[in-house]
């Protein structure tokens, strides 16, 4: 389907309805949510001229036959699932954007797997407030993406991992425990600025921190790298799309040492539990979770969320 141009009072919703172009044929949940998202911030932040008008009812008539055409897509019809699939998409773009960037592999694809995991980090915000451990990865992956891409584009050498003067706040990214509830941002697209580099709130530290990778000596020297404010209040500094698709295959999981030797220890059943409907809805997202996290070979995820469940159905009690 062809959609109107988007105009420039819409420019807040570019990047959206650019993740969705590209996963039409590649992942429709993810097309479909992004373009919802998009039809979200649209509505709120239009005045009504024609050309936006025409362009979001556009985006509505999408949205509506798509919804009809995947009425067996459980990842479309069912929010539990769709928050799932695009919470392990977009962790999935992470790990691998974060694996090759330790490693000095940088290149477009790495700045697109890091730009793309910020963005359908944006879109999860459809389902509610994002944990702790996405506002701290929709960060760092939007930062990484500016920082890499700035570097390549002036025939910097990137330095890898998190900045020295940022190791406290990036010390740990891409743990795999992305499903505890935290205080998350409201959506973005609400104020005048680009939705990609509004400002986004402190994140606490990883209790798990790892040290950022050794620091080599490029040659030629390079430029002070930016910082992370500098980078979110600055739309220039947010690198356009690149036209590169992002390559997460055969990705592994960065597990910091620590959450490798974690020892499981059974909660103890509550006698005459009795769950209320909201609880039975939460433990069955958990399964959902360890499910699509299963797709991905991230097993370590899957762990995580049926022992949330396991405790949940067993106690009452929500990790």
Request: one cysteine or more; charged letters at 25%; hydrophobic letters at 35%.
């Amino acid at each position: 389907m062809e959609f109107p141009p988007c105009p420039a009072t819409l420019k807040q919703i570019q990047h959206f309805l650019k993740i969705a172009q590209e996963h039409d044929a590649r992942d429709i949940v993810v097309a479909y949510w992004a373009r919802l998202y998009a039809l979200q911030i649209g509505l709120k932040i239009s005045k009504q001229q024609p050309d936006e008008t025409k362009l979001l009812l556009a985006i509505m008539d999408w949205l509506e036959n798509t919804k009809k055409t995947q009425v067996e897509n459980e990842a479309i019809t069912n929010e539990v699932a769709a928050q799932a699939h695009l919470e392990n998409y977009a962790l999935k773009l992470f790990l691998y954007a974060d694996k090759q960037d330790r490693e000095s592999n940088f290149g477009k694809n790495v700045v697109k797997a890091f730009y793309s995991s910020g963005v359908i980090y944006d879109v999860l915000q459809t389902f509610g407030e994002l944990s702790e451990e996405s506002i701290h990865n929709r960060k760092y992956a939007k930062w990484k993406a500016a920082y890499i891409h700035n570097c390549l584009k002036n025939g910097e050498v990137p330095i890898p991992g998190p900045m020295p003067e940022n190791e406290d706040e990036f010390g740990a990214v891409g743990g795999a425990d992305g499903n505890n509830e935290g205080e998350g941002a409201q959506a973005d697209g609400d104020g005048d600025g680009d939705p990609e580099i509004t400002a986004i709130p402190q994140d606490p530290p990883s209790d798990e921190p790892v040290g950022p990778a050794p620091i080599p000596d490029p040659s030629p020297p390079q430029s002070p790298p930016p910082t992370v404010d500098e980078v979110l209040n600055n739309p220039n500094k947010l690198p356009s799309p690149p036209v590169d698709e992002e390559k997460p295959g055969g990705f592994e999981p960065y597990e910091p040492q620590a959450q490798q030797n974690r020892i499981y220890i059974p909660p103890t059943p509550v006698a005459d539990l009795q769950l209320t409907p909201e609880q039975i809805m939460k433990a069955q997202k958990y399964t959902k979770f360890a499910g699509t996290a299963l797709n991905f070979d991230d097993v370590k995820t899957a762990i995580d969320n049926l022992q949330k469940a396991l405790k949940l159905l067993t106690t009452g009690e929500d990790s």
